[in-house]
């Protein structure tokens, strides 16, 4: 059995492509796994794809170490519209803490090596959940075997594609509001009924008052707001997929 030159290198640009999405994937639940683990499954996959895609002919004028680096580039590119996607329900989860009064209640992540709000982390595993559950990661490896049909292995995109990014990550700040906006504009309704309760009743210590009916609202509107995070996910994974042609274009 002769290995020709030319596969292991196509195998070796796929892995580092696939193995920057892994990298810098937001999604906790592969982050979470070892690194051998992850290793094994970037070398399966760029296997199988190699076996769907042309072997590259290689050129000596173009050195390998170029070619990884486009490679690295084309992940990382990929990579940052599904932080985009994931990002939007983190910050969502923010402006809900802000307002409901949990911003000092934070949760320590080992993955981030940070701290971030319990709602955000709350809104955060539901997405993943639902990612997963909706069969996300399916249509993922859809789109990374796409994206090497579209970007042979070796090649850069281009620089037309960082647009569709940017424009994703544009609609981040927009979305995550939008999401919490039912919560945030029903407290602020909160704080301005306890505002005029302080100039008529002075002497009343409105601020211990409101708390308490802050937060328990924002847990109540959360749950009623629960059943309407499926279909939404399910539209932005839709969306990020169309980015993707967009970029790969």
């Not at 640009?13 to 690194?35: D, E, M, Y």
């Not at 990612?131 to 620089?159: C, N």
């Not at 919560?183 to 309704?189: D, T």
């Not at 211990?208 to 399910?234: A, D, H, K, M, Q």
Request: aromatic share 12%; charged share 10%.
């Amino acid at each position: 059995m002769i290995i020709h030159l030319s596969w292991l290198i196509t195998i070796y640009l796929i892995a580092i492509r696939l193995g920057t999405v892994l990298l810098f994937t937001p999604i906790q639940a592969i982050k979470s796994l070892p690194i051998r683990a992850r290793l094994f499954l970037v070398f399966i996959f760029a296997l199988f794809i190699s076996l769907q895609t042309e072997a590259i002919h290689y050129d000596p004028a173009m050195s390998i170490v170029i070619s990884g680096l486009c490679e690295f580039a084309n992940g990382l590119i990929l990579s940052l519209s599904i932080y985009a996607i994931f990002s939007i329900f983190q910050m969502a989860g923010q402006f809900i803490d802000n307002q409901m009064g949990l911003n000092a209640a934070t949760l320590f992540n080992p993955l981030e090596h940070g701290h971030e709000s319990i709602t955000a982390r709350l809104l955060s595993m539901l997405a993943v959940l639902i990612f997963f559950t909706t069969e996300g990661h399916h249509r993922l490896m859809e789109g990374l075997v796409y994206s090497f049909r579209k970007i042979p292995p070796g090649q850069m995109i281009l620089f037309d594609g960082f647009k569709p990014v940017l424009q994703q990550f544009s609609l981040m700040f927009s979305l995550s509001f939008t999401i919490a906006s039912p919560v945030v504009i029903s407290l602020l309704a909160i704080e301005l009924i306890g505002s005029v309760l302080t100039r008529s009743m002075p002497q009343m210590n409105v601020y211990f008052l409101t708390v308490p009916v802050r937060i328990l609202l924002g847990i109540v509107l959360l749950i009623l707001l629960l059943p309407f995070f499926g279909p939404l996910l399910s539209n932005l994974f839709n969306q990020l997929f169309r980015h993707w042609q967009g970029i790969i274009q």
